[in-house]
Protein backbone atom coordinates (compact mmCIF):
# COMPACT_ATOMS: atom_id res chain seq x y z
CA UNK A 1 0.00 0.00 0.00
CA UNK A 2 0.83 3.19 -0.59
CA UNK A 3 1.69 6.19 2.37
CA UNK A 4 -0.04 9.13 3.65
CA UNK A 5 0.90 11.71 0.91
CA UNK A 6 1.14 14.61 3.74
CA UNK A 7 4.39 13.69 4.98
CA UNK A 8 6.79 16.88 6.34
CA UNK A 9 9.58 15.32 4.98
CA UNK A 10 13.01 17.89 5.50
CA UNK A 11 13.79 19.46 2.20
CA UNK A 12 17.30 20.29 2.46
CA UNK A 13 19.51 23.68 2.36
CA UNK A 14 21.81 23.60 -0.34
CA UNK A 15 25.31 25.43 -0.78
CA UNK A 16 28.08 25.18 -3.63
CA UNK A 17 31.80 25.54 -3.71
CA UNK A 18 34.26 25.74 -6.59
CA UNK A 19 33.71 26.26 -9.77
CA UNK A 20 30.95 23.95 -11.46
CA UNK A 21 31.98 24.73 -15.14
CA UNK A 22 35.58 24.37 -15.03
CA UNK A 23 36.13 21.60 -12.41
CA UNK A 24 33.32 19.61 -13.93
CA UNK A 25 32.63 18.37 -10.64
CA UNK A 26 30.21 19.91 -7.67
CA UNK A 27 30.18 19.82 -3.89
CA UNK A 28 26.33 19.35 -2.22
CA UNK A 29 26.57 20.20 1.44
CA UNK A 30 23.36 19.46 2.95
CA UNK A 31 22.40 20.16 6.13
CA UNK A 32 20.83 17.08 8.36
CA UNK A 33 18.36 18.58 10.42
CA UNK A 34 16.98 21.81 8.72
CA UNK A 35 13.02 21.83 7.38
CA UNK A 36 11.06 21.33 4.34
CA UNK A 37 11.73 24.89 3.14
CA UNK A 38 15.35 24.39 3.68
CA UNK A 39 15.86 26.51 6.58
CA UNK A 40 19.00 26.82 8.83
CA UNK A 41 18.72 26.01 12.26
CA UNK A 42 20.68 28.58 14.97
CA UNK A 43 22.81 25.35 15.43
CA UNK A 44 25.53 25.15 12.87
CA UNK A 45 24.95 21.81 11.76
CA UNK A 46 27.08 19.08 10.27
CA UNK A 47 27.49 18.53 6.87
CA UNK A 48 27.94 16.23 3.77
CA UNK A 49 30.36 16.96 0.46
CA UNK A 50 29.91 14.58 -2.32
CA UNK A 51 32.34 14.60 -4.84
CA UNK A 52 30.62 13.07 -7.75
CA UNK A 53 33.59 12.97 -10.37
CA UNK A 54 34.52 9.70 -11.75
CA UNK A 55 30.78 8.20 -11.46
CA UNK A 56 30.36 5.05 -13.05
CA UNK A 57 28.41 5.54 -16.09
CA UNK A 58 29.08 8.99 -16.22
CA UNK A 59 28.49 10.79 -19.48
CA UNK A 60 28.03 14.56 -20.45
CA UNK A 61 25.25 16.71 -19.54
CA UNK A 62 24.02 18.89 -22.42
CA UNK A 63 22.53 21.85 -21.27
CA UNK A 64 19.27 21.14 -23.91
CA UNK A 65 17.20 17.90 -23.82
CA UNK A 66 15.72 16.34 -27.32
CA UNK A 67 11.89 16.10 -26.49
CA UNK A 68 11.63 18.52 -23.13
CA UNK A 69 8.45 20.24 -23.78
CA UNK A 70 6.78 16.77 -23.90
CA UNK A 71 7.78 16.44 -20.14
CA UNK A 72 6.02 17.12 -16.73
CA UNK A 73 6.96 19.98 -15.02
CA UNK A 74 8.59 17.79 -12.07
CA UNK A 75 10.53 16.23 -15.00
CA UNK A 76 12.08 19.31 -16.66
CA UNK A 77 12.62 20.19 -12.81
CA UNK A 78 14.40 17.35 -11.78
CA UNK A 79 16.21 17.15 -15.39
CA UNK A 80 17.85 20.67 -14.74
CA UNK A 81 18.63 19.67 -11.43
CA UNK A 82 21.31 17.04 -12.65
CA UNK A 83 22.21 18.67 -15.89
CA UNK A 84 23.01 22.30 -13.95
CA UNK A 85 24.80 20.25 -11.23
CA UNK A 86 27.07 18.05 -14.24
CA UNK A 87 26.29 14.60 -12.38
CA UNK A 88 23.27 12.42 -10.51
CA UNK A 89 21.53 12.93 -7.57
CA UNK A 90 20.33 10.59 -4.41
CA UNK A 91 17.97 8.47 -4.50
CA UNK A 92 16.50 10.94 -1.36
CA UNK A 93 16.93 13.65 -3.07
CA UNK A 94 14.50 12.89 -5.75
CA UNK A 95 12.34 11.55 -3.17
CA UNK A 96 12.27 15.07 -1.58
CA UNK A 97 11.90 16.52 -4.95
CA UNK A 98 9.09 14.49 -6.15
CA UNK A 99 6.67 13.90 -3.25
CA UNK A 100 7.36 17.75 -1.59
CA UNK A 101 8.22 20.26 -3.85
CA UNK A 102 6.13 23.27 -2.95
CA UNK A 103 5.11 23.90 -6.86
CA UNK A 104 5.06 20.35 -8.58
CA UNK A 105 5.54 18.06 -5.72
CA UNK A 106 3.09 14.94 -5.92
CA UNK A 107 0.93 15.42 -2.53
CA UNK A 108 1.27 19.36 -2.22
CA UNK A 109 -1.64 20.84 -4.46
CA UNK A 110 -4.43 18.53 -4.77
CA UNK A 111 -6.17 15.41 -3.06
CA UNK A 112 -4.39 11.88 -3.79
CA UNK A 113 -6.73 9.60 -1.45
CA UNK A 114 -9.57 7.48 -1.83
CA UNK A 115 -11.19 5.35 -4.60
CA UNK A 116 -11.00 8.76 -6.92
CA UNK A 117 -6.98 9.26 -5.90
CA UNK A 118 -4.11 7.12 -6.08
CA UNK A 119 -4.86 5.65 -2.90
CA UNK A 120 -6.75 4.50 0.01
CA UNK A 121 -5.81 4.55 4.14
CA UNK A 122 -6.88 2.89 7.01
CA UNK A 123 -8.60 5.73 8.28
CA UNK A 124 -10.67 6.40 5.21
CA UNK A 125 -11.41 2.50 5.00
CA UNK A 126 -13.22 2.98 8.39
CA UNK A 127 -14.02 5.20 11.27
CA UNK A 128 -13.27 1.89 13.52
CA UNK A 129 -9.68 2.56 12.92
CA UNK A 130 -9.87 6.35 13.86
CA UNK A 131 -12.32 5.28 17.05
CA UNK A 132 -9.63 2.89 18.10
CA UNK A 133 -6.70 5.25 18.26
CA UNK A 134 -8.56 7.36 20.29
CA UNK A 135 -9.11 3.96 22.52
CA UNK A 136 -5.27 4.00 22.52
CA UNK A 137 -4.67 7.93 23.21
CA UNK A 138 -7.50 7.94 25.74
CA UNK A 139 -6.18 5.51 28.03
CA UNK A 140 -2.42 6.26 27.44
CA UNK A 141 -3.95 9.72 29.19
CA UNK A 142 -5.13 7.57 32.06
CA UNK A 143 -1.48 6.60 32.45
CA UNK A 144 -0.57 9.43 32.20
CA UNK A 145 -1.93 10.61 35.56
CA UNK A 146 -4.78 12.75 33.62
CA UNK A 147 -3.06 15.62 33.29
CA UNK A 148 -4.74 19.49 32.60
CA UNK A 149 -3.18 19.94 29.11
CA UNK A 150 -1.81 17.44 26.53
CA UNK A 151 -0.24 18.50 23.20
CA UNK A 152 -1.85 15.72 20.25
CA UNK A 153 0.42 15.68 17.55
CA UNK A 154 -0.28 13.62 14.34
CA UNK A 155 2.27 13.59 12.21
CA UNK A 156 1.23 13.70 8.15
CA UNK A 157 -2.91 14.10 8.82
CA UNK A 158 -4.21 13.39 5.37
CA UNK A 159 -7.30 14.28 4.95
CA UNK A 160 -7.99 14.60 8.78
CA UNK A 161 -9.80 11.80 9.12
CA UNK A 162 -8.32 9.78 11.55
CA UNK A 163 -8.31 13.22 13.60
CA UNK A 164 -11.56 14.00 12.86
CA UNK A 165 -12.74 10.29 13.82
CA UNK A 166 -10.19 10.34 17.09
CA UNK A 167 -12.10 13.42 18.70
CA UNK A 168 -15.38 12.42 18.14
CA UNK A 169 -15.10 8.81 19.38
CA UNK A 170 -13.60 10.48 22.23
CA UNK A 171 -16.04 13.66 22.73
CA UNK A 172 -17.86 11.44 25.84
CA UNK A 173 -14.92 11.77 27.77
CA UNK A 174 -15.05 15.25 28.43
CA UNK A 175 -12.03 15.62 30.77
CA UNK A 176 -10.05 14.36 28.09
CA UNK A 177 -11.65 16.50 25.39
CA UNK A 178 -11.32 19.72 27.29
CA UNK A 179 -7.38 18.56 28.14
CA UNK A 180 -6.31 18.38 24.68
CA UNK A 181 -4.99 20.70 22.10
CA UNK A 182 -4.75 19.11 18.68
CA UNK A 183 -0.89 20.05 16.48
CA UNK A 184 -0.99 18.65 13.39
CA UNK A 185 2.38 18.73 11.13
CA UNK A 186 1.47 19.34 7.21
CA UNK A 187 2.97 20.78 4.51
CA UNK A 188 0.68 20.15 1.86
CA UNK A 189 -1.45 23.88 1.62
CA UNK A 190 -4.27 21.48 0.19
CA UNK A 191 -4.45 19.39 2.39
CA UNK A 192 -4.13 21.97 5.41
CA UNK A 193 -7.58 23.04 3.73
CA UNK A 194 -9.09 19.54 4.17
CA UNK A 195 -8.00 18.82 7.55
CA UNK A 196 -9.88 22.29 8.30
CA UNK A 197 -12.75 20.93 6.69
CA UNK A 198 -12.72 17.42 7.91
CA UNK A 199 -11.96 18.93 11.79
CA UNK A 200 -15.24 21.45 11.24
CA UNK A 201 -12.86 23.98 12.39
CA UNK A 202 -13.60 28.11 13.04
CA UNK A 203 -11.68 31.01 14.02
CA UNK A 204 -10.70 31.01 17.47
CA UNK A 205 -10.62 34.61 18.77
CA UNK A 206 -8.67 37.00 17.46
CA UNK A 207 -5.37 34.62 16.37
CA UNK A 208 -5.81 33.46 12.90
CA UNK A 209 -3.46 31.28 12.67
CA UNK A 210 -5.29 29.09 15.34
CA UNK A 211 -8.89 27.20 14.52
CA UNK A 212 -11.52 25.31 17.71
CA UNK A 213 -12.65 21.88 16.10
CA UNK A 214 -16.65 22.20 16.71
CA UNK A 215 -16.34 18.70 16.84
CA UNK A 216 -14.63 18.71 20.37
CA UNK A 217 -13.94 22.09 21.05
CA UNK A 218 -10.19 21.80 21.19
CA UNK A 219 -8.12 23.94 19.59
CA UNK A 220 -6.29 23.22 16.31
CA UNK A 221 -2.49 24.68 14.79
CA UNK A 222 -0.80 23.80 12.00
CA UNK A 223 3.08 23.81 11.51
CA UNK A 224 5.59 22.47 9.13
CA UNK A 225 8.08 20.40 11.35
CA UNK A 226 7.77 18.67 14.84
CA UNK A 227 10.57 20.98 15.95
CA UNK A 228 7.82 23.78 15.93
CA UNK A 229 5.24 22.28 17.87
CA UNK A 230 5.35 24.03 21.28
CA UNK A 231 6.63 22.63 24.19
CA UNK A 232 6.28 22.33 28.09
CA UNK A 233 2.96 20.02 28.06
CA UNK A 234 3.36 16.21 28.13
CA UNK A 235 2.37 14.85 23.97
CA UNK A 236 0.54 12.00 22.76
CA UNK A 237 1.77 11.69 19.29
CA UNK A 238 0.55 9.73 16.14
CA UNK A 239 2.36 8.51 13.07
CA UNK A 240 0.04 7.06 10.92
CA UNK A 241 1.93 6.33 7.30
CA UNK A 242 4.03 9.14 8.10
CA UNK A 243 7.34 7.28 8.41
CA UNK A 244 6.99 5.29 4.97
CA UNK A 245 7.12 8.40 2.53
CA UNK A 246 10.18 9.92 4.09
CA UNK A 247 13.15 10.16 1.60
CA UNK A 248 15.78 7.08 1.51
CA UNK A 249 18.98 6.53 0.44
CA UNK A 250 19.84 3.54 -1.24
CA UNK A 251 23.21 0.98 -1.02
CA UNK A 252 24.65 -1.64 -3.16
CA UNK A 253 27.43 -3.81 -2.34
CA UNK A 254 29.78 -3.79 -5.31
CA UNK A 255 33.48 -4.60 -6.31
CA UNK A 256 34.58 -1.21 -5.08
CA UNK A 257 32.37 -1.54 -2.12
CA UNK A 258 28.99 -0.16 -0.81
CA UNK A 259 28.65 2.12 -3.50
CA UNK A 260 25.43 4.58 -3.35
CA UNK A 261 22.63 4.30 -6.17
CA UNK A 262 21.83 7.31 -7.79
CA UNK A 263 19.55 8.80 -10.38
CA UNK A 264 20.76 10.33 -13.85
CA UNK A 265 19.09 11.85 -16.95
CA UNK A 266 17.92 8.79 -19.00
CA UNK A 267 19.01 7.72 -22.81
CA UNK A 268 15.79 8.94 -24.58
CA UNK A 269 12.95 11.18 -24.01
CA UNK A 270 10.38 7.64 -23.59
CA UNK A 271 13.33 7.05 -20.84
CA UNK A 272 14.48 10.47 -19.14
CA UNK A 273 15.54 9.08 -16.10
CA UNK A 274 17.68 6.04 -14.62
CA UNK A 275 19.84 4.31 -11.76
CA UNK A 276 23.42 4.47 -12.04
CA UNK A 277 26.20 4.06 -9.12
CA UNK A 278 28.91 6.06 -7.34
CA UNK A 279 31.73 5.10 -8.28
CA UNK A 280 33.08 4.68 -5.05
CA UNK A 281 31.32 4.85 -1.11
CA UNK A 282 30.13 8.21 -0.68
CA UNK A 283 29.79 10.31 2.41
CA UNK A 284 26.32 9.21 3.13
CA UNK A 285 27.80 5.90 2.75
CA UNK A 286 30.23 6.27 5.35
CA UNK A 287 27.54 8.16 7.58
CA UNK A 288 24.20 6.67 7.54
CA UNK A 289 25.00 2.97 6.49
CA UNK A 290 28.17 2.64 8.69
CA UNK A 291 25.36 3.83 11.62
CA UNK A 292 22.94 1.49 10.59
CA UNK A 293 25.17 -1.57 9.96
CA UNK A 294 26.67 -0.94 13.45
CA UNK A 295 23.02 -1.84 14.65
CA UNK A 296 22.54 -5.18 12.55
CA UNK A 297 23.93 -8.66 13.53
CA UNK A 298 26.71 -10.61 11.95
CA UNK A 299 24.54 -12.68 10.61
CA UNK A 300 22.00 -9.47 9.33
CA UNK A 301 24.89 -8.77 7.22
CA UNK A 302 26.30 -11.83 6.45
CA UNK A 303 24.72 -11.98 2.88
CA UNK A 304 23.53 -7.85 2.49
CA UNK A 305 23.72 -6.62 -1.25
CA UNK A 306 20.86 -3.94 -1.32
CA UNK A 307 20.51 -1.66 1.91
CA UNK A 308 18.06 1.26 2.64
CA UNK A 309 18.81 4.02 5.51
CA UNK A 310 16.26 6.35 6.33
CA UNK A 311 18.02 9.47 8.14
CA UNK A 312 14.55 11.43 8.57
CA UNK A 313 13.57 8.37 10.55
CA UNK A 314 15.96 8.52 13.01
CA UNK A 315 15.76 12.55 12.69
CA UNK A 316 11.86 12.59 14.08
CA UNK A 317 12.24 9.75 16.36
CA UNK A 318 15.10 10.71 18.33
CA UNK A 319 12.95 14.07 18.45
CA UNK A 320 10.25 11.78 19.51
CA UNK A 321 11.77 10.54 22.23
CA UNK A 322 13.60 13.20 23.46
CA UNK A 323 10.24 15.01 23.85
CA UNK A 324 8.79 11.84 25.91
CA UNK A 325 11.42 11.24 28.31
CA UNK A 326 11.64 15.28 28.98
CA UNK A 327 8.11 16.33 29.32
CA UNK A 328 6.20 13.20 29.47
CA UNK A 329 3.48 10.95 27.40
CA UNK A 330 3.80 8.61 24.42
CA UNK A 331 4.23 8.29 20.45
CA UNK A 332 2.01 5.33 18.66
CA UNK A 333 3.59 4.95 14.97
CA UNK A 334 2.08 2.22 12.69
CA UNK A 335 3.07 1.85 8.89
CA UNK A 336 4.07 -1.08 6.94
CA UNK A 337 7.63 -2.33 7.70
CA UNK A 338 10.33 -4.57 8.92
CA UNK A 339 11.58 -5.63 12.17
CA UNK A 340 15.11 -5.33 10.44
CA UNK A 341 17.42 -4.09 7.49
CA UNK A 342 15.10 -2.92 4.89
CA UNK A 343 16.91 -4.37 1.79
CA UNK A 344 15.18 -2.83 -1.40
CA UNK A 345 11.71 -1.92 -1.49
CA UNK A 346 11.30 1.75 -2.85
CA UNK A 347 7.78 1.76 -4.85
CA UNK A 348 5.69 3.97 -6.81
CA UNK A 349 1.87 3.49 -6.97
CA UNK A 350 -0.60 5.46 -9.24
CA UNK A 351 -4.38 5.15 -9.36
CA UNK A 352 -3.65 1.96 -6.94
CA UNK A 353 -1.27 0.13 -9.24
CA UNK A 354 2.12 -0.16 -9.13
CA UNK A 355 4.52 1.76 -11.37
CA UNK A 356 8.28 2.07 -12.51
CA UNK A 357 9.98 4.08 -9.39
CA UNK A 358 11.56 6.85 -11.99
CA UNK A 359 7.88 6.86 -14.23
CA UNK A 360 6.42 9.94 -14.61
CA UNK A 361 8.31 11.42 -11.20
CA UNK A 362 5.26 13.91 -9.40
CA UNK A 363 2.17 12.35 -10.63
CA UNK A 364 2.87 9.08 -8.52
CA UNK A 365 3.27 8.10 -4.88
CA UNK A 366 6.67 7.28 -3.80
CA UNK A 367 7.44 5.14 -0.09
CA UNK A 368 9.87 2.74 1.06
CA UNK A 369 9.06 -0.08 4.31
CA UNK A 370 9.81 1.03 7.41
CA UNK A 371 13.00 0.46 9.51
CA UNK A 372 11.00 -0.37 13.06
CA UNK A 373 14.79 -1.85 14.37
CA UNK A 374 15.93 1.22 13.73
CA UNK A 375 13.47 3.07 15.45
CA UNK A 376 14.22 1.07 18.47
CA UNK A 377 17.68 1.83 18.27
CA UNK A 378 17.33 5.64 17.91
CA UNK A 379 15.32 5.82 20.22
CA UNK A 380 17.08 4.20 23.07
CA UNK A 381 20.37 6.16 21.74
CA UNK A 382 18.19 9.62 22.49
CA UNK A 383 16.44 8.90 25.52
CA UNK A 384 18.00 5.63 26.94
CA UNK A 385 15.70 3.95 29.62
CA UNK A 386 13.58 7.11 30.06
CA UNK A 387 12.22 5.86 27.06
CA UNK A 388 10.13 2.15 26.42
CA UNK A 389 9.62 0.69 23.00
CA UNK A 390 6.98 -1.59 22.52
CA UNK A 391 6.39 -3.51 19.47
CA UNK A 392 6.31 -3.93 16.31
CA UNK A 393 3.37 -5.95 16.26
CA UNK A 394 0.73 -6.68 13.37
CA UNK A 395 -2.16 -4.30 13.05
CA UNK A 396 -4.35 -6.99 13.82
CA UNK A 397 -3.18 -7.88 16.80
CA UNK A 398 -3.20 -4.26 17.67
CA UNK A 399 -6.38 -3.46 16.67
CA UNK A 400 -7.86 -6.90 18.47
CA UNK A 401 -6.59 -6.08 21.41
CA UNK A 402 -8.09 -2.89 21.40
CA UNK A 403 -11.66 -4.17 20.60
CA UNK A 404 -12.25 -3.72 17.07
CA UNK A 405 -14.13 -7.57 16.83
CA UNK A 406 -16.60 -5.80 19.84
CA UNK A 407 -16.52 -2.50 18.05
CA UNK A 408 -17.62 -4.33 14.92
CA UNK A 409 -20.75 -5.91 16.60
CA UNK A 410 -21.88 -2.72 17.92
CA UNK A 411 -21.82 -0.94 14.65
CA UNK A 412 -23.23 -3.95 12.50
CA UNK A 413 -26.39 -3.93 15.35
CA UNK A 414 -27.56 -0.42 13.84
CA UNK A 415 -26.16 -0.86 10.06
CA UNK A 416 -28.59 -1.58 7.10
CA UNK A 417 -27.90 -3.89 5.03
CA UNK A 418 -25.21 -1.71 2.82
CA UNK A 419 -24.02 -0.17 5.71
CA UNK A 420 -23.60 -3.74 7.15
CA UNK A 421 -21.03 -4.61 4.29
CA UNK A 422 -19.16 -1.88 4.33
CA UNK A 423 -18.68 -2.27 7.60
CA UNK A 424 -17.13 -5.99 7.00
CA UNK A 425 -15.32 -5.19 4.17
CA UNK A 426 -13.55 -2.53 6.33
CA UNK A 427 -13.05 -4.67 9.15
CA UNK A 428 -11.59 -7.08 6.34
CA UNK A 429 -8.80 -4.37 5.02
CA UNK A 430 -8.15 -3.25 8.65
CA UNK A 431 -6.89 -7.01 10.22
CA UNK A 432 -7.27 -9.07 7.33
CA UNK A 433 -4.74 -11.02 5.27
CA UNK A 434 -4.58 -10.87 1.53
CA UNK A 435 -7.85 -10.47 -0.59
CA UNK A 436 -10.89 -10.83 1.06
CA UNK A 437 -12.39 -14.36 0.31
CA UNK A 438 -15.64 -13.01 -0.79
CA UNK A 439 -14.24 -10.91 -3.70
CA UNK A 440 -14.72 -12.67 -7.33
CA UNK A 441 -12.95 -9.88 -9.24
CA UNK A 442 -9.25 -9.43 -9.74
CA UNK A 443 -9.50 -5.80 -10.36
CA UNK A 444 -10.99 -4.95 -7.08
CA UNK A 445 -8.19 -7.59 -5.14
CA UNK A 446 -5.79 -4.56 -4.90
CA UNK A 447 -9.10 -2.57 -3.35
CA UNK A 448 -9.96 -4.73 -0.70
CA UNK A 449 -6.60 -6.36 0.15
CA UNK A 450 -6.03 -6.76 3.84
CA UNK A 451 -3.53 -5.29 5.36
CA UNK A 452 -3.48 -7.25 8.75
CA UNK A 453 -0.37 -8.36 9.19
CA UNK A 454 1.61 -6.19 6.87
CA UNK A 455 1.00 -3.30 8.99
CA UNK A 456 2.82 -2.56 12.33
CA UNK A 457 2.37 -0.74 15.15
CA UNK A 458 5.01 0.07 17.63
CA UNK A 459 4.62 2.43 20.45
CA UNK A 460 7.37 4.80 22.56
CA UNK A 461 6.30 5.78 26.12
CA UNK A 462 7.70 7.53 28.84
CA UNK A 463 9.19 4.35 30.68
CA UNK A 464 7.29 5.41 34.10
CA UNK A 465 3.99 4.32 32.58
CA UNK A 466 4.14 1.05 32.22
CA UNK A 467 3.34 -0.72 28.90
CA UNK A 468 0.41 0.75 27.14
CA UNK A 469 -3.24 -0.98 25.88
CA UNK A 470 -2.49 -2.56 22.96
CA UNK A 471 0.55 -3.80 23.58
CA UNK A 472 0.22 -6.46 26.93
CA UNK A 473 -0.18 -9.96 26.62
CA UNK A 474 -3.35 -11.59 24.48
CA UNK A 475 -3.74 -13.85 27.73
Known amino acids: ?45 PTLAIDRSGLYQEREHPHSTPGKEAMSAMSKHLDAIIRFRGGPISVAEYMEEVLTNPTAGFYMNRDVFGAGGDFVTSPEISQMFGELIGVWSTCLWHQMGQPSQV ?165 YTSMIAKRISEEGGGALIIDYGDDGIVKDSLQAIRKHKFIPVLEDPGLADLSAHVDFRAIRHASTEAAGVRVAVHGPITQSKFLGMLGINFRLEALLNNATEEQAEALQLGYWRLVGEGPAPWV ?11 MGSQYKALAVVDSSLGTPIGFGSST
Open 1 to 45: MASLLSRSSARCTRYWSGDLLAAGTYALRRTLCSDIHGAKSDKEE
Open 440 to 450: EDEKEELLQTG
Open 151 to 315: ALIELGPGRGTLMADLIRGTSKFGEFSRAVSIHLVECSPALRKLQEQKLQCVPCGENSEQKRSRISGSTVQWYMDLSEVPRGVPSIIIAHEFYDALPVHQFQKTSRGWCEKLVDVGDSPGEPFRFVLSPRPTAASRLYLSKRLSWATEDEKADLEHVEVCPQSIK
